[in-house]
């Protein structure tokens, strides 16, 4: 059964970091990886969807991994701010086409 | 804009009162899914359509249905809502259910609340 993972589960960093957000997964038969970005009480945002030929992807200051041999992806936020301030959430989609989510890391920049 | 649309954001039913969430999507796409998600947890899936195709996920509740009657629109009906019922609801689309095409595309969610 898949699991994914994300560490830490909280995390609070002064505004300009670089930071870098974890995600695992257990079994690496996985076909995509999305980060997702979700703000208080609200729905999903889609940040980058990584295909599994894929080993990164790129958005503006957003720079997300994937590493399936070692079931390892991280997002990167370049100089962060404090408007990046939500919940990070990985998500895998395994063989069957079902999306096994993690339980998110909460990220707040501090201004 | 081609979206997933989600009515109402916000939704507030009594103990037991039935309950109807709504989801459209000017996607066109085949597969049409609901998500369950309670304060601080992931996501769970509740069920999915694939055109007409119902697959109920094996812990999803008897009061929890579903209803698709076209590609555009798919209902969740929770027949008596209980105080653990409360949570974030959300539809998502993909165009297959699995293979290159079955990356998820969500809607803003409906927020529950059981009084």
């Known amino acids: 059964k898949q699991e994914v993972t994300q560490i830490p589960a909280a995390l609070s960093v002064p505004e300009g970091e670089n930071l870098v957000l974890n995600c695992s997964f257990t079994d690496s038969a996985i076909y995509n990886l999305q980060w997702f970005r979700q703000d208080p009480g609200k729905g999903l945002t889609s940040l980058l969807l990584?295909?599994?030929?894929?080993r990164e992807q790129t958005s503006g200051r957003l720079n997300a991994s994937l590493d399936k041999s070692s079931g390892r992806s991280t997002l990167y936020i370049a100089a962060s701010q404090p408007g990046d301030s939500a919940t990070y959430l990985c998500a895998v989609y395994n063989q069957g086409g079902k999306l096994i989510f993690g339980q998110g890391t909460e990220l707040s920049v501090k201004p | 804009d081609a979206m997933v649309i989600q009515n109402p954001r916000y939704q507030v039913t009594q103990f037991g009162k039935p309950v109807t969430l709504s989801c459209s999507q000017t996607?066109?796409?085949?597969?049409m899914y609901w998500y369950q998600q309670k304060s601080s947890q992931a996501p769970k899936l509740l069920f999915h359509y694939y055109d007409k195709d119902f697959n109920n996920e094996a812990d999803t509740p008897d009061n929890f249905q579903s209803r698709r009657p076209n590609t555009s629109f798919c209902f969740l009906d929770i027949r008596s809502p209980g105080l653990g019922d409360a949570a974030m609801y959300l539809c998502?689309?993909?165009?297959?259910?699995?293979?290159?095409?079955?990356?998820?595309?969500f809607g803003p969610g409906t927020r529950l609340t059981v009084l």
């Open positions: 998502a689309t993909s165009r297959e259910a699995t293979g290159a095409y079955n990356e998820q595309f």
């Open positions: 996607l066109n796409h085949n597969v």
């Open positions: 990584i295909q599994s030929s894929q």
